[in-house]
């Protein structure tokens, strides 16, 4: 869940982004794993659907760093959060995530996606067994 003011705008990098309403200082707090919103969902109960619902997921959910059995679906606009090769938020602890350097006030939240995927970044449904 996102711990500090953001809005959704349209991303220069991808789409649509999350961006700070405020001046963000480095090493604060920005996302928390809380299981009260953020969704862990079943790689069975994933494999399942089809149609919308599965390309939703494929879209804006990644695997479970801690589980493989799982897949993470993030409850709040975190899940617009976009892939930067420089990216201003660290994203390597699979339950929180800080800004690895000041971020002002109308900048875009970035994160390294590579952190999501052992063999490196695709969307859930690009990737084969």
Same mark, same amino acid.
């Given at each position: 869940? %996102? %711990? ?32 009260? +919103?953020?969704?862990?969902? $079943? ?16 879209? +804006? ?16 606009? *975190?899940? +617009? ?17 800080? *800004?690895?350097?000041?971020? *002002? *006030?109308? $900048?875009? %939240? ?20």
């Amino acid at each position: 869940m %996102l %711990l500090v003011d953001v809005y959704l705008d349209k991303s220069p990098i991808q789409g649509i982004g999350v961006f700070a309403k405020n001046h963000i200082p480095r090493g604060t707090l920005v996302w928390k794993l809380d299981p009260k +919103y953020d969704r862990r969902i $079943e790689v069975e109960t994933y494999e399942r659907e089809t149609g919308p619902v599965k390309a939703y997921l494929d879209r +804006y959910s990644y695997p479970d760093r801690r589980d493989p059995n799982y897949i993470v679906f993030e409850a709040d606009d *975190a899940r +617009y959060m976009n892939h930067d090769d420089d990216p201003n938020c660290d994203v390597s602890s699979p339950e929180e995530t800080y *800004a690895l350097r000041d971020i *002002a *006030a109308g $900048e875009e %939240l970035t994160c390294d996606y590579n952190h999501f995927f052992e063999t490196g970044f695709d969307f859930l449904g690009d990737r084969h067994p």
